[in-house]
C-alpha cells in the first residue's frame, strides 16, 4: 500500500516535495517525534516502514525522555536521544548549554535523512541542526507560510486530508514522497525483564486463570470513562468470573 494515493496531484504541488529517486537508499535515518507516550507508541509503523524499505540503516530517533521506556526496547531503533523537559528547571543557561549539546551530538551522526513528526519549532531547529540531505516535515497549518519552518525541513507533505486520517495514517502520510511500502502496524517492545517483573506480580496476587486488564485513568480527564460506568463495567466482569486487574501509574 503506498499513501501516495491519500493525496491528490494538486495538493502535492501546493508545498515543496522532492520525490525520492528510484532505488534511492539511505544509511541514517532519525524520526523525531516530541509528545506523549501513546503518541511514541503510534509511530512505531513508520519506524517499521522505513526498517523495511531500507533494512541495512541505522534508525534513531529522537523524544521527550520521560517517553524512552516506550520504544527503548523496539529491535529497530538504533539509538535514542532525548530532550528532558526538566531542564528548564535547572536554569536557563544549564538547559541552552545542554541542548546545544544535543544539537551537536545529532550532527556528529552525519543523518541522510530526518523524519519530523513533530509541530514544535525546537524539533525543527534539531532537523535543521543534523544537516542532513532531506528533511521531512508537515504543513502544519500554523506554521503554513513560515520561511524558516521551510529551510528546517527541505521536503514538506501537506496534511490536507489529516482531519480524516487515524493518527496512524497521519504519521505514515510523511513517507509520500519516499515512494516505499507502508506497513500500518503499531507494535508494543518490551524486555524480558519486563515479561518477569509482571508475571512474579500476577503469581504474588495468585492470579492463575488468564486475567482482563483495564486502565481506568488517564492524564487527560475526557479520556476518562465515567466512573459508575466503569464500575459496572468490572463488577458485570467479575461475575461472570472474570479475573480483573487494574492497572495505573503517574502518566
Known amino acids: 500500500m503506498h499513501f501516495a494515493d491519500l493525496f491528490t496531484i494538486r495538493h502535492l504541488t501546493e508545498a515543496k516535495v522532492i520525490m525520492n529517486k528510484p532505488n534511492q537508499s539511505f544509511n541514517k535515518i532519525l524520526v523525531i517525534k516530541l509528545q506523549h507516550h501513546g503518541d511514541m507508541l503510534l509511530t512505531t509503523p513508520v519506524i517499521q516502514s522505513l526498517k523495511s524499505a531500507y533494512p541495512n540503516a541505522t534508525i534513531d530517533v529522537l523524544l521527550y525522555k520521560e ?97 480524516h486520517l487515524h493518527t496512524v495514517e497521519q504519521n505514515l502520510s510523511i513517507l509520500t514522497p519516499l515512494n516505499i511500502s507502508i506497513d500500518s502496524t503499531v507494535t508494543m517492545a518490551y524486555s524480558d525483564a519486563d515479561k518477569q517483573w509482571v508475571d512474579e506480580l500476577i503469581t504474588k496476587q495468585n492470579i492463575n486463570n488468564g486475567y482482563i486488564v483495564i486502565q481506568p485513568t488517564s492524564r487527560w480527564f475526557f479520556k476518562c470513562w465515567d466512573e459508575d460506568k466503569m464500575a459496572a463495567l468490572i463488577s458485570q466482569l467479575q461475575q461472570n468470573s472474570y479475573s480483573v486487574v487494574l492497572t495505573s501509574g503517574p502518566e
Open 67 to 163: 517517553t524512552q521506556p516506550i520504544l527503548q526496547d523496539n529491535p529497530l531503533i538504533n539509538n535514542i536521544f532525548y530532550l528532558d523537559r526538566n531542564w528548564k528547571h535547572q536554569g536557563k543557561f544549564t538547559r541552552i548549554k545542554k541542548e546545544w549539546q544535543l544539537g551537536r551530538s545529532l550532527q556528529k551522526q552525519h543523518y541522510d535523512l530526518v523524519v519530523d513528526l513533530a509541530d514544535q519549532w525546537k524539533a525543527a531547529i534539531f532537523a535543521y541542526l543534523t544537516k542532513a540531505p532531506m528533511r521531512l516535515g508537515f504543513e502544519f497549518e500554523k506554521r503554513k507560510g513560515s520561511k524558516f519552518w521551510a529551510k528546517c525541513h527541505n521536503v514538506i507533505i501537506p496534511t490536507t486530508n489529516h482531519e
